[in-house]
């Protein structure tokens, strides 16, 4: 294993800025026929545009910075947004997945809405953000997390008619579904702005759940293989789906074939159509384009 080798965030393309807009776009329709879908974190802020009817995407871009506070990435973001036309509330509907904030599970059974702050804070240390709850219905469950009160009052200035949701609600709602449809152990490795959300699922059941921030490619490696051996699942009979911010042909994939069985990248939905025009690859924005159908 070669030590200290840095991650592959899609180099050079997916992790700079870009945008793309379908030529059949038409901003007059916004307030009929389209649904803006937002990820916004402290790293990055990503979006597309979905045609309801066609059910084809024909908008997406992103707009990444280092933000070194809370106040820069607002403050940028309002600048960024004053040109940009297309990213108007006006749209039929429109949501938003806070990325990269802390977040707990809890089963229904246990989820206690009026307790929401003592259950986020077994397993995260207490902050003045704002406590969100999203309700897994596929799951059963609760997530609750913490945002920034100051973020969640500037989105609810400029979207105020958004539906709000944590990036990991959406990736479990999806990924967990789908494994039902398969005859095996399904692990996902999602990767977006340092922070990894791992899900491992088995016939529609949720075995694992969890975030981990790294730094190189051997952190990945090690909280993947780490959490399949607390599992007691043989990590060279798993076959790893990957999503995000990673190179097809980068040194972490390369890597983990070293130590699973097969790894592979995850594909849009047959249900949802991409424009042409986009040219980065469909794992770069699965959780984006997946936000719709869980909201």
């Known amino acids: 294993m070669e030590t200290g080798s840095k991650i592959a965030i899609v180099r050079s393309s997916v992790n700079s800025n870009f945008h793309y807009t379908d030529e059949s776009f038409n901003l007059s329709r916004a307030a009929h026929g389209y649904h803006l879908s937002i990820e916004l974190g402290l790293l990055s802020f990503s979006y597309a545009v979905l045609d309801i009817k066609a059910r084809k995407y024909v908008v997406w871009g992103r707009e990444g910075q280092d933000y070194s506070d809370l ?33 707990t599970l809890v089963p229904n059974i246990y989820a206690d809405e009026t307790k929401a702050m ?29 945002v920034p009160e100051k973020l969640v009052q500037w989105t609810n200035q400029i979207w105020p008619k958004s539906t709000t949701i944590h990036l990991g609600s ?40 969890n975030s981990f921030s790294y730094k190189t490619s051997e952190d990945v490696v090690y909280y993947i293989l780490f959490a399949l051996e607390q599992l007691e699942i043989r990590n060279y ?53 997946n936000q719709y159908l869980c909201v």
């Open 71 to 103: 106040e820069s990435l607002i403050s940028k973001l309002s600048l960024f947004l004053k040109n940009i036309d297309f990213l108007s509330p006006e749209y039929r509907s429109s949501s938003i997945a806070y990325c990269g904030f802390s977040s």
């Open 118 to 146: 003592e259950l986020f804070a077994f397993n995260h240390q207490k902050d003045n953000g704002q406590i969100c709850t999203d309700n897994l219905l596929n799951l059963e469950a609760k997530q609750i997390y913490s």
């Open 170 to 209: 959406v990736l479990i709602e999806q990924l967990v579904v789908f494994s039902k449809s398969v005859d095996k152990i399904c692990v996902y490795a999602n990767l977006k702005d340092a922070m990894m959300d791992l899900i491992i699922a088995d016939n529609g059941q949720l075995k694992l759940y």
């Open 237 to 289: 009979q798993v076959e790893l789906t990957l999503l995000g911010d990673i190179d097809n042909h980068g040194n972490l994939e390369e890597l983990l074939c070293d130590y699973v069985k097969e790894v592979s990248f995850a594909k849009t939905q047959n249900r949802i159509e991409l424009s042409s025009s986009f040219k980065h690859p469909s794992h770069v924005g699965f959780s984006l384009f």
